[in-house]
């Protein structure tokens, strides 16, 4: 069944990485400074398919300690044992272990998330146990600009057919603008990648996404 009892307050803005953000010259200086501008409004995905899980953990165990003294969450995504390494919560998906099996692993306080592409994908990993769900692609992105999308309107279907029991963060394509949409259509927040990484001032990027969060409520 859903986890709701004593569940973790999830931020509203999740930024994600990916290979490339990785391997960027100062990216942790980059995620140290995203962390300390925006605190308990913030949580980092550190994802990289191609990374080593030994380069997943020296950025996660660097990470952790600025996130703990701010508020913010960190999470890795795919490695319940990095996570469980340096205590911090995990992003998992189709290509990682079930969501019932990373629970017993890492604890009811855990923070565990789940990649979902489809609606029965989303409950499952909410029946599970998973504290929010990453569904998308809402819209077209770059990183993703072909695949079959969303949209707002069968997002809002599906939040209101689950009843806002467990927390969804909408990803793919997502602007500040679309950011207030994806609130009105019920998601708890958005999720983004180049939004924030491909600009010339990532806290500034982050700000204007938590900006128009806050104009919705």
């Known amino acids: 069944m859903s986890r709701n009892s004593g569940a973790p307050m999830i931020p509203r803005l999740h ?41 997943i953990f020296a950025l996660a165990d660097r990470l952790v300690p600025m996130a703990a003294a701010t508020g913010s969450l960190i999470l890795v995504n795919d490695r319940v044992d990095v996570g469980l390494a340096v205590a911090c919560g995990a992003q998992l998906g189709r290509r990682s272990l079930p969501v019932a099996v990373a629970r017993r692993l890492m604890g009811r306080e855990a923070v565990i998330g789940y990649s979902a ?26 990183s993703h600009p072909d695949g079959e999308t969303l949209g707002p309107d069968a997002l809002a ?13 909408a990803i793919g394509g997502v602007t500040p603008a679309r950011a207030a949409e994806t609130l009105r259509a019920g998601a708890h927040g958005v999720a983004v990648l180049s939004g924030v990484w ?7 990027a982050a700000e204007m996404y938590l900006n128009a969060m806050e104009e919705v409520g």
């Open 15 to 55: 930024v994600v990485t990916d290979d490339r953000v990785l391997r960027a010259p100062g990216f942790p200086d980059r995620a140290e400074a995203l962390l300390q501008a925006h605190g308990s409004k913030l949580a980092l995905h550190v994802r990289g398919h191609g990374t080593s899980g030994a380069n």
């Open 117 to 142: 592409h489809g609606g029965d994908e989303a409950r499952a990993a909410m029946d599970d146990g998973a504290d929010f769900v990453l569904l998308g692609t809402v819209w077209p992105s770059p």
């Open 157 to 169: 279907g599906l939040v209101r057919s689950w009843g806002g029991a467990t927390p969804v963060i």
């Open 198 to 204: 491909s600009a010339g001032e990532p806290e500034r």
